[in-house]
């Protein structure tokens, strides 16, 4: 039985990881930071089928030990700092989690067990100020973010131990991808939870940043088969992920009114506060490299995604108010 590590297993990525793990046999095992509020719910389903242990990524001896414990044959790195704006207030904090930390990992695997298999989840965000269009495995980066300049250094890391010390060692520079377990400060969620409490009368208004904002979205659940089929290549490489199509922040609003049979412009407002210091440009990718190497192409078009995520929340507010 094949054992994989997947630190930030409690997040959306994570927990769609887990599953499909679980479903291929694996042993899974997730790294948790040591926290006085446990956040378990995107994982409650599995608790029984995976092992936790408690590590932190600003700690090298814990991912040691974690790694001596475990055992596994693949590590798939997704914790981070992941919310762009954040990065923003915290920028010191954004490096030691989302570049350092990377750092961290690949060295703990290069004293404990150098056959071990790993995965870093770069990011579009690397792109930024887009050099051409679309962008590729090729394309120079050139960030607009601090979270963007950490997923850089943490991708150039990656490549470094992969090519210094002769690690198994993939980037996968994702795309935007959401799913109903995204998180509610993201927009993708944002838009849909709000478009719900609005059908459901908790709320009449939406307050959003810039609706001519554009990116690549896909479905989460569709990105975590090609982090698990880049490890199981012959040889390690870094890939692009992506749905190769480009929307709208108001395309998105659209899709979650429409399907709720409301009319955005009644309550959406646009808010000063919620624009970017320094937005990026026309983030659009072209996952051919995957296509051809790894088999992989994304299966949920991006108006079911958002149909799903809106019709879940929906069900989710009605609970509430029944409960």
């Not at 056959?115 to 120079?140: D, L, N």
Request: hydrophobic share 40%; net charge negative.
């Amino acid at each position: 039985m094949r054992r994989a590590l997947i630190t930030g297993i409690t997040g959306q990525d994570g927990s769609y990881l887990a599953e499909l793990l679980l479903e291929k046999g694996y042993e899974v095992h997730g790294m948790v930071r040591r926290s006085s509020l446990e956040k378990f719910e995107r994982i409650d389903h599995i608790l029984d089928d995976i092992t936790l242990h408690q590590a932190d990524l600003l700690d090298q001896l814990s991912i040691i030990r974690m790694l001596e414990a475990v055992k596994p044959h693949e590590v798939y790195n997704l914790a981070a700092m992941s919310f762009v704006p954040t990065s923003w207030s915290q920028p010191v904090l954004t490096g030691e989690f989302t570049g350092l930390g990377v750092t961290r990992m690949l060295d703990a695997i290069r004293q404990v067990d150098k056959s071990i298999r790993f995965y870093q989840a770069s990011s579009s965000e690397m792109f930024g100020k887009v050099r051409e269009v679309p962008q590729t495995e090729k394309t120079p980066f050139h960030p607009r973010s601090p979270y963007g300049v950490a997923k850089a250094y943490g991708h150039w890391i990656t490549v470094n131990y992969r090519e210094s010390y002769d690690l198994f060692a993939c980037s996968g520079i994702l795309f935007n991808h959401e799913s109903p377990r995204r998180g509610l400060e993201f927009v993708t969620r944002k838009v849909t939870h709000g478009a719900a409490m609005i059908k459901q009368g908790m709320t009449n208004e939406l307050r959003l940043g810039n609706l001519e904002s554009k990116r690549d979205w896909g479905f989460a659940g569709d990105y975590v088969k090609a982090m698990w089929l880049m490890l199981q290549q012959d040889a390690p490489g870094d890939y692009v992920i992506s749905s190769g199509s480009t929307h709208s922040v108001q395309e998105l609003v659209e899709i979650a009114f429409g399907h709720l049979g409301l009319s955005w412009k009644d309550h959406v407002i646009q808010a000063p506060e919620f624009y970017r210091p320094a937005e990026v440009d026309l983030l659009l990718g072209s996952s051919e490299k995957a296509k051809r190497d790894l088999g992989w192409e994304p299966e949920v078009s991006f108006e079911e995604l958002i149909q799903i995520m809106v019709q879940t929340d929906l069900e989710l507010l009605k609970k509430k108010q029944q409960g």
